[in-house]
């Protein structure tokens, strides 16, 4: 819908809580209740008192843009008339004119405000597209002053340029190495720096104590087993010898019965085989004897050396025990399981503070050479050159600069195109707002309150 059809549709509006037959009935049962009950010069009094608390309602809007009713005054004068619409002697069609009139006015105040809003938004942005129009051009004279550089300047610019990508590129590199160790790792070597490096030899060294008193109490382990085993050996050897002895015994006493019955019943001398048999079990006794002394002697041994492996391991399980404790307590203490993975972090951390290091030299340089090339711009007559910085491959690369160009060019296109709808919506509301004032001058005021404070000129 244009401004104008708008404007139209204003004048043309009926207020929607009042339609024209209720208006009528309202206007007929004041002016009956004034004629019954009020003369002429109370009703005048009244009438001048009803206007004069409309104008002070008018004067007290502090803001442009509050809009006033004069159908809800109209509702507020007539709310305590009745509706009693017998013994009226007036014309309708005054009465209606008389709605008629209101609701013009009302209609009218409306359409003002809403075109003097309408035009003090556009001021306001128009006033912001004029200020991008203005930099984009002074971005494409700056273009202009660049590309137009005797070949010594521009030659130069372009080295800087180039010094400029180059350093951050490595910027970037090096704030990669950001994520080889977390930061609650990097604290803890941080805060440890200066005992890394004993602590990572210490550690090697108690690892490998570590790992010869696990073989130490292994083997101890398995010889005292070993010694206990030959023990029982030695114990059920004792029993064996002790029933190879009463078998013995038995056999003997049964033989030397069975021999010195057969010599009293046969009479024959029975001397050489009762000697015999004796020899034999005096052998087999003497070597069953030594036998037992010598498992009683091994017993002995396998005891004494039991208790000195039991000493011995007792002794190797408390070192271990110390050195497992030491240990932890300095894994806990680095946060890691081992020797290798603490040495890994000490690479780590080097290699971080190593690029933090280059970091902060990159960072440095890529300052100064910003700078060197913010001032040489300044220098040539370039209005913005701190842009340039951010965009030096446009400086090294022609084709990024056409491109940079266009932009632009299409930018202030589009700007232009802005700005020329905004100027005609502006002057189609200025036209509106005059065609009103002139068909009622009493608007006049009420625009200049609305356009005043927003300092928006007709």
Sequence with gaps: MGLFDKFKAYLNEEDPEDSEEQLVENIKAKRLWFTENASPDSYEDEEDEDLDDLDEAQGESEKPAKKFTWGAKLKNMIASVS??????????????????????INAEIKAVQDFCEQLVDVSYHMED???????VTSYLTDIQRIEELPIDIATELIDTAKRIEMLDKNRHTYLQSENLLSMEQFKTISRLEDEVVDTVRT??????????????????????????????????????????LGTVLMLFLVTAMGVIWYGLTTRENVTIPALVIGAIV???????????????????????????AIS?????????????????????????????????????????????????QANNDFRVYCDQLVKRLTSIGV???????????ALIDRREMVEIKHSLN????????????????????????????ELNPALESFVREILTPFKVKM
């Design 282 to 308: 005096m052998i087999v006794f003497a070597a069953c004897y030594a036998k037992y002394i010598d498992y009683k002697v091994e017993i002995k041994e396998s005891d004494a050396k039991v208790k000195r």
């Design 312 to 360: 011995l391991l007792n002794k190797v399980k408390a070192k271990y025990i110390n050195n497992r404790s030491t240990l932890e307590y300095i894994y806990e203490k680095y946060g890691v399981n081992s020797a290798k993975e603490l040495e890994y972090m000490w690479v780590q951390y080097d290699t971080m503070n190593k690029d933090a290091r280059r970091y902060s």
């Design 410 to 437: 299409l930018r202030r296109q589009s700007i232009r195109d802005k700005l020329a709808t905004c100027e005609k919506i502006a002057d189609n509301a200025k036209i509106a707002i005059k065609a009103s004032v």
């Design 129 to 135: 597209l004029k200020k991008e129009y203005k930099v």
């Design 383 to 393: 209005k913005d050159p701190l842009v340039w910085p951010k965009q030096t491959n």
């Design 203 to 244: 550690l090697n060294e108690m690892e490998h104590r570590d790992s010869m008193l696990k073989n130490d109490m292994g083997h101890l382990e398995g010889e005292k087993e070993s010694l206990k085993y030959r023990r029982r050996d030695c114990a059920v050897g004792i029993d064996r010898l002790r029933a190879v």
């Design 83 to 104: 509706k009693n619409k017998d013994g009226v002697n007036m014309d309708d069609e005054d009465v209606l004119e008389e709605v008629r009139q209101t609701k013009t």
